[in-house]
Each structure stands twice: as structure tokens, then as C-alpha cells.
């Protein structure tokens, strides 16, 4: 896998796959491009777009946040403000 301060757009995509299984994510059965995280109090549905991870943050009270992130950003700051939550 290239360094975490690797741009993602310059990762394969078996890498990424590789790295979102590694964080705890697991991809949606009908829907290659969606992955599921859960957290202590959040959960999050991620996407990956055609220009970028589109995250569906979802919190224990209810709350409902979506965020975009293009994969000009690192893996170590996607991972940083992806996993953190919303």
C-alpha cells in the first residue's frame, strides 16, 4: 500500500477496499461502492464517488450529517476526519 500521505486517487482500488475492511468497514451486498462503519454513538454510510467519498453520518440522538471528501486528500487525513465522525 503507498504511504498514508499518499493522495487516495493514486491508490488502487483493491487498496482502498483493503484499507476500508482495515478500519472496521464493511461493504453493502448489493452495492460495491457502499461501506458501513459503526461507532459509539454514530454510524456512517460511506460512498465512493466517481470524484470523492461521500460520507452519511448518523447519530444515537437522531442527528443526520453528510459530508463530501475528494480523494486529492491523503489516506492519513481521510482517515483522520472520516473516522473521527461527524
Not at 12 to 21: H, K, S
Not at 49 to 57: E, L, T
Request: proline residues 7%; charged residues 25%; aromatic residues 12%.
Amino acid at each position: 500500500m503507498p504511504p498514508a500521505s499518499t493522495p487516495l486517487y493514486s491508490h488502487p482500488l483493491p487498496e482502498i477496499e483493503a484499507w476500508l475492511r482495515d478500519k472496521g468497514c464493511q461493504r453493502d451486498d448489493n452495492d460495491i461502492s457502499q461501506w458501513r462503519f459503526s461507532s459509539t454513538g454514530w454510524t456512517a454510510e460511506l460512498r465512493l464517488d466517481v470524484d470523492s467519498i461521500v460520507v452519511y453520518y448518523a447519530s444515537s440522538q437522531g442527528k443526520a450529517v453528510q459530508r463530501s471528501f475528494k480523494y486529492s486528500l491523503s489516506r492519513a487525513d481521510l482517515e483522520q476526519v472520516i473516522f473521527s465522525g461527524p
